[in-house]
């Protein structure tokens, strides 16, 4: 998009780029003031557990509508506040309200979870573990019903490595069970595998797509369904929208499905139980 002349310098911008580049100045400068105002949220999709049949955990999500900007979606947001730094800040929103919703399940007698995505970035700041441990006391959030999925957007720097396999082990150790997201997408899947204690894998919704038009697809998932269980780690399959893809992944033997087919995220207050 960026049209060079010869000495490599920028000498303008198609339209698009620029709009573009706009949004995301926009976004950037907003984000804080949107943090401070509470004007982000959470919503909640369930994950249908197949061994009991039942739905024993939702996985939270980040939404923020903008006066301006309308809907901003988490592929466009995580990216910048990644960037900006402004990632911890909304990893602890998302927290903080995931715990106090699974601690008000607790209460009301529901054995429900709820999973938190995070990026490996978050676990650079040496503090990722100490701030967990603080909003389940706080929230008087029990350990085993907040998990964390980790997506492999980053290889993290070997310097890096000692204390983020510290700070999740630590977590581990207290009951937080952890996930690798958008399994199979990632160039360092194996690595994070090799590394980090991770008992579950969520097969990315983009293998779930082509799953029944192609048969590659369908060797490939079965495979890493294979691969997941003789690992002994809990097996999810995600973008679930129909019947037939949410049979065939129950005949190859996933353990959980986690897609439309279940249920839309939704907002607290929406979710009820029988
Ligand atoms: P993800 O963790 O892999 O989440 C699954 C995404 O697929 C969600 O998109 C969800 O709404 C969407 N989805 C669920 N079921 C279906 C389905 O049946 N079909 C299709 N086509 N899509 C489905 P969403 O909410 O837009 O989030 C996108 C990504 O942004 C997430 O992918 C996650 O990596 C990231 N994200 C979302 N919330 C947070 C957050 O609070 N913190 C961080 N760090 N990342 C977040
Ligand atoms: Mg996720
Ligand atoms: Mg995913
Ligand atoms: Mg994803």
């Not at 039942?54 to 506040?81: C, H, S």
């Not at 369908?218 to 129909?242: C, D, H, N, P």
Request: glycine residues 8%; proline residues 3%; negative net charge.
């Amino acid at each position: 998009d960026i049209v060079e002349n010869g000495g490599g310098k920028i000498t303008s911008l198609s339209p698009e780029s620029h709009k573009e580049l706009n949004r995301r100045a926009i976004i950037d400068r907003k984000l804080l003031i949107a943090l401070n105002h509470h004007n982000l949220q959470v919503v909640y999709q369930p994950l249908f557990d197949v061994a009991s049949g039942e739905v024993n955990m939702y996985e939270a999500l980040v939404r923020w509508e903008d006066d301006e900007l309308g809907f901003i979606t988490p592929d466009e947001l995580i990216p910048i506040a990644e960037e900006n730094g402004l990632i911890h800040e909304i990893g602890t929103f998302v927290l903080e309200e995931a715990a106090k919703l699974a601690t008000d399940w607790d209460k009301k007698g529901h054995p429900v979870s709820i999973s938190v995505n995070s990026s490996v970035r978050e676990f650079s700041n040496s503090r990722m573990r100490d701030k967990i441990i603080e909003i389940l006391r706080v929230t008087g959030c029990p350990a085993n019903r907040l998990q964390l999925e980790i997506t492999e957007k980053f290889a993290f720097q070997a310097e890096e490595e000692q204390s983020i396999v510290q700070q999740m082990t630590e977590l581990q150790d207290v009951g937080i069970e952890f996930t690798l997201d958008d399994f199979g997408t990632g160039y360092a899947s194996f690595r994070y595998m090799q590394h980090l204690p991770i008992s579950k894998i969520k097969i990315d919704k983009l293998f779930i797509q082509s799953l029944m038009t192609q048969s590659k697809t369908q060797q490939l998932v079965e495979g890493m369904i294979r691969f997941g269980k003789s690992m002994g780690l809990y097996v999810v399959a995600e973008g679930v929208e129909t019947e037939g893809q949410f049979e065939l992944l129950i005949s190859m033997g996933v353990d959980a499905i986690q897609g439309y087919y279940i249920g839309i995220p939704l907002t607290a207050e929406s979710i009820t139980f029988e």
